[in-house]
C-alpha cells in the first residue's frame, strides 16, 4: 500500500546532541510537511516542501532544519535538541493533483530529551 | 484569516451512545473541510472530508455534512465503541491560504463500556 513511512517510530537523545529524523513516502506527492505536536494538541507546521522549494514558517526556530535530496524523502535535523523540543514529530505529504489537497500523514516519531 | 473552533473535551461516553463533537470555522471563500482522528501513540488519520456545501463526508460510521450557511462542520455517530477512544481534529484548507491545513485545537473522545 501507497503510504508514508517515519522512522524510528521513538528516538531518544542528549541535550544538545544532534538528531535527524527521516520519513518517506511511496505515494509520489510533490508536497512534504513536518509537523510538531505536544500533547496531544493540534499539530504546529514548521516547513513544507513544494517539490525541492523549502518553505519556512515564520516561527520555525532556527535549530530546525529540513533537507529533501529527492521526491520520496525527507529529513528533519534538530541542531541542538532542548528539552522544550521534547513531542511527536509527524511528517505528512499532498499531491497538487490529490482532491482536495488531503494531507496523509505518517505514524510520527516520538522525541525524547534527556 | 482561517480559523477552526472545536467543542473542547474531553468528552467521556458509554458504549453505543450518540456522538456529536462541534466544529465550526472561519474562512474566504470556499475551503474543503476534513476530521482528522488521532489514536493513542499514532499520527493522524483522516476520517472523513466535504470538498463544498452540502456535501457529506461519511467513514466508518462517523458522519459530518458541510454547512455553509452555519460554517459548520459537526462530527456525529450514532452509537460509539470503545475502539473510537481517540482525539478528532477539524480542520480545513483554503486554496486562498496556500492549502495549509488549520487545524482546530482537538476533542479527546472517551468511549468506556
Known amino acids: 500500500d501507497a503510504m508514508v513511512i517515519q522512522n524510528p517510530r521513538y528516538q531518544v537523545t542528549q541535550f544538545g546532541k544532534p538528531v535527524t529524523l527521516s520519513c518517506s513516502q511511496t505515494?509520489?506527492?510533490?508536497?512534504m510537511y513536518w509537523y510538531q505536536q505536544k500533547s496531544s494538541q493540534a499539530p504546529k507546521l514548521l516547513f513544507h516542501?513544494?517539490?525541492?522549494?523549502?518553505?519556512n514558517e515564520a516561527d520555525t526556530p532556527d535549530n530546525f532544519q529540513s533537507r529533501r535530496p529527492n521526491t520520496s524523502f525527507c529529513f528533519l535535523d534538530i541542531r541542538s535538541p532542548g528539552l522544550g523540543d521534547a513531542a511527536m514529530y509527524l511528517c505528512?505529504?499532498?499531491?497538487?493533483?490529490?482532491?482536495?489537497?488531503?494531507?496523509?500523514f505518517g505514524p510520527g516519531t516520538r522525541l525524547t530529551v534527556t | 484569516g482561517n480559523s477552526v473552533t472545536q467543542m473542547e473535551g474531553p468528552v467521556t461516553l458509554s458504549e453505543e451512545a450518540f456522538l456529536t463533537i462541534n466544529c465550526t470555522y472561519t474562512?474566504?471563500?470556499?475551503?474543503?473541510l476534513f476530521w482528522y482522528v488521532q489514536y493513542p501513540g499514532e499520527g493522524l488519520q483522516l476520517l472523513l472530508k466535504a470538498t463544498k456545501a452540502d456535501d457529506k463526508g461519511s467513514n466508518k460510521g462517523f458522519e459530518a455534512t458541510y454547512r455553509k450557511e452555519t460554517t459548520s462542520f459537526h462530527l456525529e455517530k450514532g452509537s460509539v465503541q470503545v475502539s473510537d477512544s481517540a482525539v478528532y481534529f477539524c480542520?480545513?484548507?483554503?486554496?486562498?491560504?496556500?492549502?495549509?491545513?488549520?487545524f482546530g485545537g482537538g476533542t479527546r473522545l472517551m468511549v468506556k463500556p
Open positions: 480542520a480545513l484548507i483554503n486554496n486562498n491560504a496556500g492549502n495549509m491545513l488549520t
Open positions: 505528512a505529504t499532498s499531491g497538487l493533483r490529490a482532491s482536495a489537497y488531503e494531507q496523509y
Open positions: 516542501y513544494y517539490d525541492k522549494d523549502f518553505n
Open positions: 474562512a474566504t471563500g470556499y475551503p474543503s
Open positions: 505515494l509520489n506527492h510533490n508536497v
